[in-house]
T-cell receptor, first 112, second 109 residues
Framework: IAGITQAPTSQILAAGRRMTLRCTQD?????MYWYRQDLGLGLRLIHY???????GKGEVPDGYSVSRANTDDFPLTLASAVPSQTSVYFC???????????FGEGSRLTVL | GQNIDQPTEMTATEGAIVQINCTYQ??????LFWYQQHAGEAPTFLSY??LDGLEEKGRFSSFLSRSKGYSYLLLKELQMKDSASYLC??????????WGAGTKLIIKP
């Protein structure tokens, strides 16, 4: 079934470690996004990419970086994890950047 | 600042009707979305409104009033599987989505 695949689904990480969350889509969507979801808060945009080769900062970009070398992949890297980055991370894509978002199943990250 | 407000939690009875409200204040408006999110799962798209009025899709309907900055999601003939969080999101003038914190809907038999 076509869609978005995230990996890992769950990870416990020591503070200070580097971590990359992977995201791959096979729908040939131009736009991709990384969100974090925390209890009591709405989804918050970390970084986005409107098309391969371009990226932009969202609402909460500090401590995170992304790359978009091709249409399908949009990895999110935490250079040096901190406990406040404990969250559920969702990758999403959309065809035009103006319509419906399709979400991956999420990556639950715990930073100790 | 930009803000989306929706109730934190609602309870309803199986077979009944429930209305989940969403009010917004955003920099511009390019549409309002409703998503459903079951516990531990990804959000999934339910509806999109860009013009005033009611959009009906089976048991679910969504209403928009742009002048009032207001939308609601109406769920009819509630089923136990409708127990989930319902997320309201507005696309602002920069085509960025602003998300509400979600409304957790509890369905009781």
């Amino acid at each position: 079934i076509a869609g978005i695949t995230q990996a890992p689904t769950s990870q416990i990480l020591a503070a200070g470690r580097r971590m990359t969350l992977r995201c791959t889509q096979d729908m040939r969507h131009n736009a991709m996004y990384w969100y974090r979801q925390d209890l009591g808060l709405g989804l918050r945009l970390i970084h986005y990419s409107n098309t391969a080769g371009t990226t932009g900062k969202g609402e909460v970009p500090d401590g995170y970086s992304v790359s978009r070398a091709n249409t399908d992949d949009f990895p999110l890297t935490l250079a040096s994890a901190v406990p406040s980055q404990t969250s559920v991370y969702f990758c999403a894509s959309s065809d035009s950047g103006q319509g419906e978002l399709f979400f991956g199943e999420g990556s639950r990250l715990t930073v100790l | 600042g930009q803000n989306i407000d929706q109730p934190t939690e609602m309870t309803a009875t199986e077979g009944a009707i429930v209305q989940i409200n969403c009010t917004y204040q955003t920099s511009g408006f390019n549409g309002l979305f409703w998503y459903q999110q079951h516990a531990g799962e990804a959000p999934t798209f339910l509806s999109y409104n860009v013009l005033d009025g009611l959009e009906e899709k089976g048991r679910f309907s969504s209403f928009l009033s742009r002048s009032k900055g207001y939308s609601y999601l109406l769920l009819k003939e509630l089923q136990m599987k409708d127990s989930a969080s319902y997320l309201c999101a507005v696309m602002d003038s920069n085509y960025q989505l602003i998300w509400g914190a979600g409304t957790k809907l509890i369905i009781k038999p």
